[in-house]
C-alpha cells in the first residue's frame, strides 16, 4: 500500500522556524499534488499550502510570506519551511498526498487521497 511519514514538528517560540517533511513509500504509480493540512483544538482541518507535481503552489492567506513548499519528486517528498511563526500556528499539521497506484497487471489505475498520522506544531514562548 501506501504511507505517509511526516516529520518535523515540535515547539518553537513566537518568531521561530520549523521544517516539516513528508515522505510518500510504498506501491506508487505517481503523485499529483500534495500538500499540508492543519487542524487546531475546536476548529476544522484547512488547507495550508498545497503543491502540483508540476510545482505550482498555492497557500492559505494566513501563511503567505511565512511559509514555503516545495517537493522533491525524486525522493516523493514534500518540504513546508514554516518561519516567523505565531501562536495561531498552532496545530497538529497533517500531510496529503493525491496518488495514483497501478491495482491490476493489466495495468489499471486507481487514484486515491492519503494522509499522515501528523504531526504536532506549537508556537509558544
Known amino acids: 500500500q501506501v504511507q505517509l511519514v511526516e516529520s518535523g514538528g515540535g515547539l518553537v517560540q513566537p518568531g521561530g522556524s520549523l521544517r516539516l517533511s513528508c515522505a510518500a513509500s510504498?506501491?506508487?504509480?505517481?503523485?499529483?499534488?500534495m500538500g499540508w493540512y492543519r487542524q487546531a483544538p475546536g476548529k476544522q482541518r484547512e488547507l495550508v499550502a498545497v503543491i502540483t507535481n508540476g510545482g505550482g503552489t498555492n497557500y492559505q492567506d494566513s501563511v503567505k510570506g511565512r511559509f514555503t513548499l516545495s517537493r522533491d519528486n525524486a525522493k516523493n517528498t514534500v518540504y513546508l519551511q514554516m518561519n516567523y511563526l505565531k501562536p495561531e500556528d498552532t496545530a497538529v499539521y497533517y500531510c496529503?498526498?493525491?496518488?495514483?497506484?497501478?491495482?491490476?497487471?493489466?495495468?489499471?489505475?486507481?487514484?486515491?487521497?492519503?494522509w499522515g498520522q501528523g504531526t504536532q506544531v506549537t508556537v509558544s514562548s
Open positions: 510504498g506501491d506508487i504509480f505517481s503523485i499529483n499534488a
Open positions: 496529503n498526498a493525491d496518488i495514483e497506484r497501478v491495482i491490476s497487471t493489466r495495468g489499471d489505475r486507481t487514484r486515491e487521497d492519503y
